[in-house]
């Protein structure tokens, strides 16, 4: 458990200046969605259901995006803070943020960099129902 917190610090320390977006609009929302949907696509899509097209992806024990951004109203603040809970933290890696300790050899890490968080909170925001 002394681990997890450590790395949570650090990942907290890392990330406490970075300043998220508030709701974007026009091409810069698009973009930004854009560029979230390939991240998502990349990186989330091994766990979750991140887009219509692929409703076969992920793990059945995870719940999909348009899920999480449509049933629950603190959707937004899950996914700016997704890499400090659980199971996150174990296998996101963000550049310039050294791991605490090394991942056993059966583990692929997701490698993401800081600016990328407000890009797959715009392509979950673009799945929100109106």
């Not at 409703?55 to 700016?80: H, K, M, Q, Y």
């Not at 803070?81 to 310039?96: I, L, M």
């Amino acid at each position: 458990m002394g681990v997890f917190i450590r790395l949570c610090a650090a990942i907290a320390a890392a990330t406490a200046a970075i300043t998220l977006p508030g709701p974007i609009s026009g091409a810069g929302a698009q973009s930004l969605a854009d560029k979230g949907e390939k991240l998502a696509r990349t990186h989330c899509s091994r766990c979750h259901v991140v887009a219509d097209g692929n409703a076969f992806s992920g793990i059945g024990s995870t719940p999909s995006f348009r899920l999480l951004v449509n049933a629950l109203g603190d959707w937004r603040e899950r996914f700016e803070t997704f890499h400090t809970r659980r199971p996150h933290p174990a296998v996101v890696r963000f550049e310039g943020v050294t791991p605490l300790s090394d991942d056993p050899p059966t583990t692929r890490t997701v490698d993401l960099k800081l600016d990328d968080i407000p890009a797959l909170v715009a392509y979950a925001a673009s799945l929100k129902a109106q």
